[in-house]
């Protein structure tokens, strides 16, 4: 009977947390960073907003973990992509594809992971909260590369791999802020982007 108590206060508190986040998250897409408080959170929840500080210590926490999470879901999204393509060499495309499309269905989270002129967390929490959400983004992207028997010879494939997410931050970034492609669709451009960066030419 404990454990069953234990569990159920611990699923509480993690349901409680996860409205924090959502909410949080809500917040920033109706109003930007600048709208996002303690206060406010709690409000948009009904809890008061001592309660949000039983699971955040500040804003810079808890931006910090909205952060983590949204990294993670940008990871997850490439990772799914990359299993569900068998062929290696069409596997690269099909998660460019994917990165791109995370930034098109969460343009608020790619706003805030990556379009920050001025990021609201101090550099040391940024890199402390993303360095395993990030890393794990990255080490999906740079085995497609490598799996993928598509980079030309003597090129190196970190530079590839970094090229080729350069690449498609460009593309996104340009889709998520609101501007056009005039006359293609970002699916035609994005095999462009990949054939350049592993040295093919046109795909």
């Known amino acids: 009977m404990t454990q069953i108590k234990a569990r159920l206060r611990e699923q509480a508190r993690h349901n409680v947390r996860q409205a924090i986040l959502d909410a949080t998250r809500e917040l920033f897409a109706q109003d930007g960073l600048a709208g996002v408080s303690m206060r406010g959170v709690a409000e948009r929840i009904g809890y008061t907003p001592r309660t949000i500080y039983l699971h955040f210590t500040d804003k810079d926490d808890l931006l910090s973990e909205l952060i983590e999470e949204d990294v993670g879901r940008l990871a997850d999204q490439l990772e799914t992509s990359a299993a569900a393509e068998t062929d290696p060499g069409r596997r690269l495309d099909a998660v460019a594809r994917a990165y791109v499309a995370f930034g098109l269905e969460n343009p608020h989270a790619y706003e805030a992971l990556f379009l920050q002129r001025s990021h609201p967390l101090t550099r040391e929490a940024a890199d402390r909260q993303r360095h395993v959400q990030g890393q794990r983004m990255w080490d999906v992207l740079a085995r497609v ?9 003597g090129l190196d494939l970190p530079v590839v791999s970094q090229a080729l997410r350069c690449s498609l ?24 982007l990949v054939a350049g960066a592993v040295g093919e030419g046109h795909p």
């Open 169 to 192: 931050h460009g593309v996104t970034s340009l889709l998520v802020l609101g501007r056009t492609l005039p006359g293609v669709k970002w699916e035609t451009v994005v095999p462009h």
């Open 145 to 153: 590369v490598q799996e993928s028997g598509r980079v030309a010879p």
